[in-house]
């Protein structure tokens, strides 16, 4: 025992001695004896030039260092200064072998970072070049090399080192960067940092606060941080509580505008599991908040997600505005002012999966369920949506501000579409590496004034093949079906359209789609057809193919058919027609017909319609990029067709075809382009008359048959008699047929 105490005395001796020996040196000796030296050691290593205008000074407790008034220059140019620099150790905790820092403050630390035109940074200078002979070049390479002895401890898996640190605070530091490349300067000022109390294991405060400002765009954000940090000894697990984080921000990017964003919340990470945990975490932009609870399993490339991710409803108009952005003009003022978002994710690792997903657009709901793989990129999605009016949300329509403006727009030149560089229509390199399964429905869709219904869409893509297997719905007391298909594997993408309408009624469906009236009935239409590029012209210019094509018991609006026929008619009788009102219309039981697709071209080679009285035979030429129509028709009068006497059909006018014309741009006056043919009826008044010339001689011939019938037949009564001449009556007729 009296050993043991013996050594225990001598320890604490020894620690008093050497306590006392540090203390008569930091008496005795002034580090500021030592300034010249210190400064040249780093002039004679560095390319730096070292000024210590102030004081050094150290204490003994708490054992510490304190520089006051450093300056580094490189080139004559300033590089970094520093104000004040206090640095102390608990010196009991150095001896106890658990390190404990009372105080760090550095004040006032000013560093200028700068790229030349060259793309040299100046700390790249820092250090001179190597000498001949790799003299400095060794001592790096000697220097940079790790010590055996620590890697093998680490290796040994040493223990967790255990220190704390009483106050740590940064104050007014600020970094200067510029590039002469392209003029961008950026600058971070105003940076502090508070923390105490910081020990491995607790929990300890943390405050934060900067300035950063650039010139390329003008940017100012302003930060302030204060949270909750804690870690273990070994470093491998940490925790954030009670983040409260403001962001203000302005400059260019905000035109003029102040924004903040804030964050809150707490998280927890753990290196060793690679698990992590959102809890009650927020994000916001000026009127737009995220809420998120979410854990986290897996740090590679297949993490595994469980949460719940919402944004709480907002204004989009108002959130572009809060950001000085260009408002998004809308038919309707009252849309985009209430969108919303939530959804759970989970799934298995390597492919979250969204459930209970719920999208709001305003008085639209969209509620759905999707995956993503992280492996191969593939998305998998389904979206039912109840009703949605797409028309609330396209631009307001511009009226001009007077007639004469109106006047001015209509009698300019037209801006077509070739007035301009064409760009392409898909991005083929994006779509080749596209993989998704998207079906998407809709209760209600309004676009373009059409009201479409039971809306069904199914679409896949991979490896720049997209299908649309599915695309269907019901319009106007009639449905549509149609499946598309685009093979972008080429630089010259494929397309291949097959579509099936029934009975659609075009009367609504023309008046809401174009405002035009002038065709009714129930549409009966097969479109088979290809075409290949990636630009409008080309897709037109390349289209072929053919549609097929019923209308049963419609009419032709703003048109009266019946009243061309009666003109030529009528001049035919050589008589003036007297009804006064023909209506503005003319009924048909069906038209059908063919039309082949040859690029811009759409050509009808065998259009039929059966009328009261008529049928309608013709063929024509519409032409889609001049918006023109180009029909040659004819009415074939089959039977009475109106009450005015100067349209009574005689023998001469039955099976004769009225020629009737159809030409102009039907995007500006689909109602005026039918007109009766007058040139053409020329033709045909010829043909009335060769039939009228055929006619009469045929009935001079049979008049003359007939009187000579009747003359041999009184001749031959007189000389064989009466019942002789019922005989040879008999006989005759065949001889005069």
Not at 581 to 596: C, E, K, R, S
Request: some cysteine; glycine content about 8%; aromatic content about 6%.
């Amino acid at each position: 025992m009296k050993a043991i105490r013996y050594v225990l005395i001598a320890i604490v001796a020894l620690i008093v001695l050497a306590a006392a020996a540090i203390a008569i040196a930091m008496a005795v000796i002034n580090p500021n004896d030592y300034k010249p030296q210190i400064e040249k050691v780093v002039e004679e290593n560095t390319n730096l030039d070292l000024i210590l205008e102030g004081d050094i000074g150290w204490s003994f407790i708490p054992l510490g260092l304190e520089l006051n008034d450093v300056e580094a220059t490189l080139d004559d140019e300033r590089l970094v200064a520093l104000k004040q620099l206090v640095a102390q150790v608990n010196l009991w905790s150095l001896i106890s072998m658990s390190p404990q820092v009372d105080t760090f403050v550095l004040d006032g630390l000013d560093t200028h970072l700068s790229i030349n035109k060259q793309g040299e940074g100046n700390w790249t200078r820092i250090m001179p070049e190597p000498e001949d002979g790799g003299t400095k070049k060794d001592k790096q390479d000697v220097a940079s090399t790790p010590e055996p002895a620590a890697e093998t401890e680490d290796e040994q898996g040493g223990e967790a080192l255990n220190f704390n640190i009483e106050n740590v605070q940064i104050i007014n530091a600020q970094v200067q960067y510029s590039d002469q490349r392209d003029g961008q300067t950026v600058t971070l000022e105003n940076f502090t940092v508070n923390a105490s109390n910081i020990t491995l294991g607790s929990e300890f405060p943390l405050e934060i606060g900067f300035r950063v400002e650039t010139a390329k765009p003008q940017f100012e954000i302003d930060g302030d941080i204060a949270v909750r940090l804690a870690a273990n000894e070994a470093l491998n697990d940490f925790a954030v509580s009670g983040l409260e984080a403001v962001f203000k921000m302005n400059g260019e990017p905000f035109n003029g505008k102040s924004v903040t964003a804030k964050l809150g919340g707490s998280a927890k990470a753990n290196l060793e599991n690679e698990t992590a945990t959102l809890s009650d975490f927020t994000a916001s932009l000026a009127n737009l908040t995220l809420n998120t609870n979410l854990d986290i399993k897996g740090f590679g490339d297949k993490p595994a997600l469980q949460g719940k991710v919402a944004i709480s409803e907002f204004s989009l108009k108002e959130l572009l505005e809060n950001m000085g952005q260009p408002a998004i003009e809308t038919s309707d003022e009252a849309v985009l002012k209430a969108i919303a978002f939530s959804t759970s994710i989970g799934g298995p690792a390597g492919k979250p999966a969204l459930s209970d997903l719920v999208i709001k657009l305003d008085d639209t709901t969209f509620e759905g369920s999707g995956s993503y793989n992280l492996g191969n990129g593939g998305i998998v999605f389904d979206l039912q949506g109840d009703k949605l009016n797409a028309d609330r949300y396209l631009p307001p329509k511009v009226e001009s501000e007077n007639a004469s403006a109106e006047e001015a727009e209509s009698n300019a030149p037209a801006q077509t579409s070739g007035s301009g560089p064409e760009s392409d229509l898909l991005p083929l390199d994006t779509l080749r590496s596209l993989l998704f399964d998207i079906d998407f429905g809709l209760g209600e869709l309004i676009v373009s004034n059409l009201t479409i219904n039971e809306i069904k869409a199914s679409t896949t893509a991979s490896k720049g093949l997209v299908k649309v297997d599915e695309f269907s719905g019901k319009l106007y007391e009639g449905s549509f079906g149609a499946n598309v298909e685009i093979d972008a594997r080429t630089d010259t993408p494929k397309w291949t359209v097959n579509s099936d309408v029934t009975n659609v009624q075009t009367l609504p469906l023309l008046a809401d789609l174009a405002e035009v009236t002038m065709l009714a009935g129930g549409a009966n239409l097969k479109v088979n057809a290809t075409t290949s590029g990636n630009r409008i012209s080309l897709l037109t210019e390349n289209a072929d193919g053919q549609i097929r094509f019923n209308l049963a018991k419609g009419e032709f609006r703003k048109m009266n058919l019946t009243h061309m026929a009666c003109q030529g008619i009528a001049l035919v009788n050589q008589d003036k027609l007297t009804t006064d009102n023909w209506g503005d219309a003319t009924p048909f039981d069906d038209m059908h017909g063919v039309v082949d697709i040859n690029g811009n071209i759409l050509d009808n080679t065998d259009l039929t319609a059966s009328m009261a009285g008529m049928k309608l035979e013709g063929n024509g030429t519409v032409d889609m990029i001049q918006t023109l129509v180009d029909y040659e028709l004819g009415l074939r009068i089959v039977g009475n067709i109106h009450r005015d006497n100067a349209c009574r059909v005689t023998e001469y006018v039955e099976d004769v075809v009225i020629p009737v014309e159809c030409r102009g741009d039907f995007a500006a006056d689909a109602a005026g382009l039918c007109s009766f043919d007058g040139s053409r009826f020329r033709d045909t008044l010829k043909t009335i008359a060769s039939n009228a010339a055929k006619k009469k001689a045929k009935k001079e011939v049979d008049k003359a048959k007939s009187k000579a019938e009747e003359k041999v037949r009184k001749k031959l009564e007189e000389k064989l008699g009466k019942d002789g001449g019922d005989k040879v009556k008999d006989a005759l007729k065949g001889l005069f047929q």
